[in-house]
């Protein structure tokens, strides 16, 4: 019997509408002064619905930052891989 958080994650619909449900309801909690979509989804991913407000955040945000501006310069090579349920490949 598949539970239905485990049937939604699978499925990118669901999960897209989920995530953007979370992102939806706690962005409320991040300062007017932060417009960069970005940061408050890695502040409130790492922080969960308060994150935005937790200093700590700062610091993993910096990091996806300098993540995204590396491969502005140099895009990702497309990975491929199969997995199933369990994580093992077929």
């Known amino acids: 019997m598949t539970t239905a958080w485990k049937r939604c994650a699978d499925d990118y619909d669901c999960s897209?509408?989920?995530v953007n449900a979370y992102?939806?309801?706690?962005?409320?909690g991040c300062a007017k002064t932060i417009k960069d979509k970005c940061q408050i989804m890695s502040r409130l991913h790492?922080?969960?619905?308060?994150?935005?407000?937790?200093?700590?955040t700062i610091k993993y945000w910096r990091t996806i930052q300098k993540c995204a501006d590396?491969?502005?310069r140099e895009p990702l090579k497309p990975i491929i891989?199969?997995?199933t349920l369990d994580g093992i490949e077929q």
């Open 16 to 18: 897209s509408k989920c």
């Open 23 to 28: 992102f939806n309801r706690n962005k409320g």
């Open 46 to 56: 790492r922080g969960g619905p308060t994150g935005c407000k937790k200093p700590t």
């Open 70 to 72: 590396a491969h502005k």
């Open 81 to 83: 891989i199969e997995i």
